[in-house]
């Protein structure tokens, strides 16, 4: 449950949208936006407010990522800064299908972020949804339903986060991983572990936290504090 600030609750473009602002006595202009799943494991959201982080969240078409959610969320943090002052460059919050959403808004507008902290975060598709590979094959119909992509077409796909993590790397964006070591949905192995690898192979800033016996669920730590101290010395 979210801390008891303020909260602006409005519509966006035909989305239903929310900013929660720190308290009035430690409130600055940074912000981290959540991708996905608002109201799902909000410690690390309530660690940030308290240390004055400001947070927004606009609803998406889909948890899949459909091009139009990535530009109507590049609109919305554009409308803040203009709106509330926010900064132009923000953190992300991306869990599970929201470190899906948010790789992929980084890699299409990096100027714009300034650190991700990606928890259990779908990578691959050819891993989850599609089930090749270690995943559970539990949403395939809902991907392709949603997306239009046939496994067919998914096999020859380029716009995976995977295929753009040079572009973070490039424009120097930090990331903290959270993974479990037992995720079925997720796999760490196919997903969190490429990127963990790519950027400790180009150079990239990145730290991660591997859960022991940890499946999907719960994301975070048991203590978040190096997950917020993290998002806050990149902000």
């Keep these: 449950m979210i801390m008891d600030n303020k909260i602006i609750e409005f519509e966006f473009e035909g989305k239903n949208a929310k900013v929660v602002f720190a308290a ?4 600055t202009y940074k912000w981290v936006m959540k991708t996905e799943y608002f109201d799902a494991f909000p410690d690390t959201q309530n660690l940030l407010l308290e240390r004055g982080i400001n947070l927004a969240y606009i609803e998406n078409e889909t948890r899949w990522c459909k091009d139009a959610d990535i530009l109507r969320k590049k609109r919305f943090a554009d409308f803040l800064a203009d709106k509330y002052g926010f900064e132009k460059k923000f953190g992300i919050i991306g869990m599970s299908c929201g470190g899906l959403i948010g790789t992929k808004f980084a890699a299409e507008f990096p100027e714009m972020v300034s650190v ?3 928890d259990a975060p779908v990578l ?4 989850c949804p599609a089930g090749i590979g270690n995943a559970e094959n539990c949403m395939w119909d809902e991907f392709e339903n949603a997306m239009g992509i046939s496994l067919s077409k998914l096999i020859s796909y380029r716009e995976n986060p995977i295929d753009k993590l040079d572009i973070l790397v490039k424009n120097n964006i930090p990331i903290i991983l959270v993974c479990g070591l037992s995720d079925n949905i997720v796999p ?15 150079g990239g800033i990145i730290e991660k936290y591997l859960k022991n016996g940890c499946g999907h669920h719960p994301h975070g730590l048991d203590d978040n504090k190096p997950i917020v101290d993290f998002i806050v010395k990149y902000l």
């Design 24 to 27: 009035e006595e430690t409130r």
């Design 188 to 202: 760490y192995e196919e997903n969190g572990e490429i990127l963990y690898d790519y950027y400790k192979e180009n």
């Design 124 to 127: 691959n598709l050819l891993s």
């Design 116 to 118: 991700l902290y990606l």
